[in-house]
């Protein structure tokens, strides 16, 4: 197996330290988790196709671990199971040298993600590209401490502001095309898990994130065989 297919689906739920928890399940030809954030401000669901892999559901409790222990190996590996009284208790990965084991979690310890009910309609539609993604990423970049960013109706399209605040406050303001605006209030979110969110799916030249008035927006990415999708819980202005 491609190592970097790996290190790829690994970052697209990781999101750079945050999500570090998660049940991997495969039926041989897809591999797929769902996860949530420890402050339970952010949900995604993620699936990567054309696989050849054994079939299992098990528990990876520590991903940066694994993330570290494939960085040691070559960029193709051999992907199997060991098993005890048919049980997974570790993933083995050998390339022509090294052999790396990580031993995994019982799915008891991984934290439940729970099912999508009674999600709102989203009514503002803001059209994602290759800029918007460099320019949020640079302007998060900057502000390093600022926890939020809020997206605000204008007059023509919609202003992602970075720190946005009811007072005085260092803020940088990103303009973006729209395909429609509902919205007549600003709605915040935590501006650290969406730059996470945005860096790794930033191979995605277009995507399309959808936000409700009721304080839930939603982006999927599809680039090559992975789909990824991504809820937001919106925030209190501090």
Avoid at 40 to 52: A, D, F, I, P, Y
Wanted: hydrophobic share 45%; glycine share 6%.
């Amino acid at each position: 197996m491609n190592k970097i297919t790996l290190d790829t689906f690994i970052q697209k739920y990781n999101l750079g330290g945050n999500v570090n928890s998660v049940k991997w399940i495969s039926d041989g030809k897809t591999l797929s988790t769902r996860f949530i954030s420890p402050d339970k401000s952010l949900l995604g669901e993620l699936t990567l196709v054309k696989q050849t892999l054994p079939e299992f559901e098990v528990g990876v409790y520590d991903t940066p671990l694994l993330s570290k222990m494939l960085g040691t190996l070559a960029d193709t590996v051999d992907f199997t199971l060991t098993k005890v009284d048919n049980t997974p208790v570790a993933f083995h990965f050998t390339d022509s040298i090294m052999s790396a084991d990580y031993v995994l979690a019982a799915i008891g310890v991984i934290p439940d993600v729970p099912e999508l009910k009674n999600v709102p309609e989203f009514n503002t539609l803001v059209n994602i590209n290759a800029q918007f993604i460099s320019s949020f990423i640079r302007g998060k970049g900057a502000l390093a401490d600022v926890e939020t960013f809020a997206v605000m109706p204008l007059v023509d399209g919609l202003e992602f502001v970075i720190g946005y605040s009811d007072i005085n406050s260092n803020r940088i303001s990103i303009k973006t095309q729209s395909g429609a605006v509902a919205m007549t209030e600003p709605i915040v979110f935590n501006a650290n898990l969406f730059k996470e969110v945005l860096s790794a799916n930033k191979e995605c030249s277009k995507a399309t994130l959808q936000i409700s008035e009721k304080g839930l927006a939603h982006i999927e990415f599809n680039v090559d065989d992975f789909n990824v999708k991504y809820w937001l819980v919106s925030q209190q202005v501090n």
